[in-house]
């Protein structure tokens, strides 16, 4: 279960960092007068700093969907680690 998480965390990562990569295409977005002007008088590229945003907005909605997807399985680890401990707690000497 946990190699699969992994791998599913690992997989979303670089579908992430492949969805900024590639050709550009040229849009039109509209965002207030007073804050394209900040934006202009610090310059801040405006396509760049939009496209930073959507791929935020993206893994937090993919994240969101699946701590939702696995919350039963990630309650059901802590309740053990709760019931049972870590393995080597014995051990430990933190």
């Known amino acids: 279960m946990r190699r699969q998480l992994a791998e599913e965390s690992r ?3 670089f579908s992430l960092a492949l969805l900024s990569e590639g050709g550009k295409k040229k849009m039109s977005l ?3 007068e007073p804050l394209a002007e900040a934006a202009r008088q ?3 590229n405006l396509s ?4 930073t945003g959507i791929l935020q907005e993206i893994k937090r909605r993919r994240d969101s969907a699946w701590l939702e997807k696995n919350h039963l399985a990630i309650a ?4 053990r680690v709760e019931r049972e401990g870590l393995f080597g707690d014995e051990y430990r000497g933190f």
């Open 76 to 79: 059901a680890y802590n309740e």
């Open 42 to 44: 610090l310059n801040i």
């Open 30 to 32: 509209s965002i207030s």
């Open 11 to 13: 997989a979303t990562y």
């Open 48 to 51: 760049r700093a939009a496209e």
